[in-house]
Nanobody
Framework: QVQLVESGGGLAQPGGSLRLSCAASGIIFSRNTMRWYRQAPGKERELVASITGIDNTDYAESVKGRFTISRANGQNTFYLQMNSLKPEDTAVYSC?????????WGKGTLVTVSS
């Protein structure tokens, strides 16, 4: 059974930092591309960052230079380090992977950026 569990959301001030974690089980983690998505109130879900099994990364233009995606294969966990946070980063962040042609999602974690 594939499970993705996020943690690390919360409240941050503009300019602050947060680190999100996503623990995966039930997949061959080291081979899978892992993704972070977010959905802000009233907006469509957007892909924030992705990391392949060989550590190739990609980012949405809106977060380049501020967010860093990484993975720890030995712990079946990947991360999203978010720096220089802006109010427009406020959203529910969800981790995602496709495994054996099926899409899997975590339940999401809320990030609120506000003073």
């Amino acid at each position: 059974q594939v499970q993705l569990v996020e943690s690390g959301g919360g409240l941050a001030q503009p300019g602050g930092s947060l680190r999100l974690s996503c623990a995966a089980s039930g997949i061959i983690f080291s081979r899978n591309t892992m993704r972070w998505y977010r959905q802000a109130p009233g907006k469509e879900r957007e892909l924030v960052a992705s990391i392949t099994g060989i550590d190739n990364t990609d980012y949405a233009e809106s977060v380049k230079g501020r967010f860093t995606i990484s993975r720890a294969n030995g712990q079946n966990t990947f991360y999203l380090q978010m720096n220089s946070l802006k109010p427009e980063d406020t959203a529910v962040y969800s981790c995602n992977t496709i495994y054996l042609s099926r899409n899997y999602w975590g339940k999401g974690t809320l990030v609120t950026v506000s003073s």
